[in-house]
Each structure stands twice: as C-alpha cells, then as structure tokens.
C-alpha cells in the first residue's frame, strides 16, 4: 500500500518538471522560479523531516495514556506548527526583498521584481506544507501508508491545473500560483480525513509532551538543517557561475531522483520505521535487531545494482523525460550528467535512511547530528 501511494502522490512531481521543460524550456526566469522553490523546499523538509523522525516515536509512547491526552498533544502540534511556519514565511519574504538587490545585481532588470513576486507567491506554502506534514506523520503513525503516500499528489496537481488554464501568459507565475493553491488544497483534505477518522483536537498552545518532542526534534532539526542546507547553496553557486537554464536542469535531476528516493525510503522503510517506534514502545528489542538485520541486507541486494544500472542507462532515462518541447539538446546532456552522478550514491543514500530510522524508533537520536555533521564536512 505505501509503495503504491507514493508512487502516485510523487510521480505528480516528476510530471510537473517534464511541464515545466515542455512548456518553459531552460531559462533564467525558470532558474528563478527553481531557486525561490528550493528556499520553500528547505523549510519544508526539514519541518517534514524533523516531524518524520521525532513525531512517530513520541506519539507511540503518548497513544496509550488516553484520548484526551492524545487531543491536546495533537491541538498543540497544529498550533506551534502554524505558528511557527508563519514566522518562518515571512522572514523568507523579509530576506528576498533585503538581499535580492545583491545577488541580481548583474541579471536583467525585470528578474529582481519576477523573484520578489515569486516569493510573495509561495512563501505561504510553508505553512500549508508544515501542517500538512504533521498530518502525514499522524497517518504514518497510525499506519494509514496509502493516505499517507498520496497527499502530496495535491500540490503537483495545482502546478498542472494552474499551467494548462493560464497558459504562458502568466509565465513562470502561473508555477507559484498553482503550486500555492495545491499546497492549500492539500492542507485542507488532510484535515477533513482526520476528522472523518475520528480525530478531535483540544486547542492548547502548551502540552507536557510537547517538550518532550521540542528535546528530540531539536537534534533531528539541526541534522535535517545540514544536510537540507546544502541543496540550496549548490543552486545559488550554480545560479552565479554557470549558464543560464544550469539551475533548471540540476532541479530535473534531483526530481527523477527524489522519485526512486521516495518509493524506496517513504515507500517502505517509512512502514518500518512505524513498527519500530511501537516494538520499541512496547519494550520488543528482539523484533527491533531481527527485522533490521533483514531490511539491511535486502537494502544492500537491491539498491547498490539498482545504482549502478541507473548510472549506465541516465541519458536514455533523462531523454525519455524531458526530451521534448522546449528542452535544449545541451540541457538534456547537462540534466543527465547531473542525474548519472547523483544516483552513483543513491544506494549510500538508502543505507544511510535505514540506520537513521532505526535509531530514531530507539529514541537513540545523538547518533543523528554526528552523522549529519561528518556528511556536512565532507
């Protein structure tokens, strides 16, 4: 079921970069819509990380000490979460507008106000993404992999939607505006499914588990921190010193990327990973070492030949997705050497998911950031 989901809700992303290309080719003005989505893409992952890796194993240990203890935890949540994320958009709004005028200093005069308006556009995504996050969380929690796996369809959908009713007269705004009315849209249903499966929240700012997760996701944050951090300043690097259209062929690499990534490692180690936090909870380490030592070596069997073939076969794979429309000859080679060097460490990759969930279910989570910093300096 959760391989089914995710392949559904995220094989919308890899149709909207195949759009994106079609439609829009490779210029600037898509670098620019890219770069404002990677700045709304790092706040994403790592509140959607942090709450993947910290939430689950805190609201196993909650769920047994009654409903309404449950209600307030998850009120709190909502609250701090919606808090928070609004804090966190409109200091993005803030930093663009400050720091725009130095890093297009050199671009054309137009670009500056089509990123400050790309960013005004979409910098609420954050707050749909963060709730909507929580509420995959809760789903993966309660084992519910199929919802779970298709909420992020939504998002995707609104690009599509938006794209093929506004056409190229709005140009790379017809992007955000989609991208933010899906994101809303998905905000919204994972709400109404909550609610229609029995959930109710108690409204409170302050809840004793809440410290509890604040200890454990403080950790978790700042490893997400580092390793989402690294994305956005390899764009920015790509964005001053490489040609145009460079930031739009590095994004379709990581898109078709982000695909494997997920059905491997939201597909199904995430179902592990929910089982582990309540054999944990439950005090079952004899399941915990058993399963793991499995996962492991499938891991191992499966994702370093997958990596390999993947690598041999980038260029077809690339020319497959994006080889039509607007899409340049030079950006189809360029997205594939990207994508080819990339997937050469998608099986270290998997291995690396796998421990950090198994950890995680243990509530072991020092081991985390160690791990984040030694990736970080290398």
């Known amino acids: 079921q959760s391989l089914i989901g995710n392949g559904i809700g995220r094989v919308g992303g890899l149709v909207v970069s195949m759009m994106i290309a079609s439609q829009y080719g490779a210029t600037i003005y898509t670098d620019a819509f890219l770069m404002v989505f990677a700045i709304v893409a790092f706040f994403s992952t790592v509140i959607q990380s942090s709450l993947d890796l910290s939430f689950i194993p805190v609201y196993s240990g909650l769920r ?205 180690i995430n179902v592990y990973f929910s089982w582990w936090s309540e054999k944990n909870s439950e005090g079952d380490l004899n399941y915990l070492s058993t399963s793991f030592r499995r996962l492991f070596f499938i891991s191992c069997f499966v994702f370093i030949p997958a990596s390999l073939l993947l690598f041999l076969a980038s260029l077809p794979i690339v020319n497959l997705a994006f080889g039509y429309g607007k899409y340049s000859d030079s950006a189809i080679l360029a997205t594939s050497d990207v994508f080819g060097y990339y997937i050469l460490g998608y099986w270290a990759f998997m291995l690396r998911s796998t421990f950090v969930r198994f950890y995680s279910s243990q509530q072991r989570f020092s081991v985390i950031p160690r791990a984040a910093v030694c990736d970080f300096c290398s």
């Open 64 to 268: 047994g000490k009654g409903t309404q203890e449950t209600r307030r935890f998850l009120g709190s949540m909502i609250l701090n979460i919606l808090s928070v994320t609004l804090g966190l958009a409109l200091l993005m709004d803030i930093l663009v507008w400050y720091c725009g005028p130095n890093l297009f200093d050199n671009s054309p005069k137009d670009l500056l106000s089509v990123v400050i308006r790309l960013t005004w556009e979409m910098s609420p995504v954050i707050i749909g993404m963060g709730v909507s996050a929580l509420f995959i969380a809760l789903f993966n929690a309660e084992k519910w992999f199929m919802t779970a796996g298709l909420i992020p369809i939504f998002p995707s959908l609104g690009i599509i939607l938006f794209v093929i009713l506004l056409g190229e007269g709005s140009g790379v705004h017809a992007l955000s505006m989609g991208l933010l009315f899906g994101v809303l849209v998905q905000m919204g249903v994972t709400y109404l499914y909550s609610q229609r499966k029995g959930f109710k929240f108690e409204w409170a700012f302050y809840h004793p588990y809440l410290s509890k997760f604040l200890r454990i996701a403080s950790l978790q944050t700042f490893a997400v921190f580092l390793a989402s951090i690294m994305p956005v300043v390899d764009r920015v690097i790509v964005s001053v010193f490489l040609p145009e259209g460079s930031v739009t062929a590095m994004e379709n690499a990581s898109r078709l990327c982000h695909i494997l990534w997920s059905l491997g490692n939201v597909g199904y």
